[in-house]
């Protein structure tokens, strides 16, 4: 990420900085909102390679302000190890390899169905 915008000067006083400084700020949100967008990819294939994991399904990322993303999935598991173990090492992967520690994760037996609700 590159900061433009704090040592140089554009000629200008008074209210052309000021609207510069914020605009900059909502580049600053737009770009950590489309950078936590691009992650989903990577993290589902890393969550699925997690072991004890057999499906990852519902999984959001998302910035709630600068510097704090959030993350929230359901995973599906193989019953190869207690839930446990799979929440800590879904956990360990959110954090370690990605950098998000706001994580909430919703573990389900192979086979469970959620009702039908409206959004």
């Not at 737009?30 to 699925?48: C, D, F, N, Q, S």
């Not at 954090?95 to 959004?119: A, K, M, N």
Request: glycine content about 8%; overall charge negative; charged content about 20%.
């Amino acid at each position: 990420m590159s900061c433009h915008s704090h040592g140089h000067s554009h000629g200008g006083h008074g209210h052309a900085g000021h609207s510069n400084s914020a605009a900059n700020r909502q580049r600053l949100l737009l770009t950590l909102i489309l950078a936590a967008g691009y992650m989903v990819p990577e993290m589902e294939a890393a969550l699925i390679a997690t072991p004890g994991v057999a499906e990852v399904h519902d999984l959001h990322v998302w910035t709630i302000t600068s510097g704090m993303d959030s993350v929230s999935c359901h995973i599906v598991s193989d019953e190869s190890l207690p839930y446990d173990k799979v929440l800590q090492s879904v956990r360990d992967v959110v954090i370690e390899r990605f950098s998000i520690d706001h994580v909430t994760i919703q573990i389900e037996p192979e086979g469970f169905e959620e009702p039908d609700t409206p959004v």
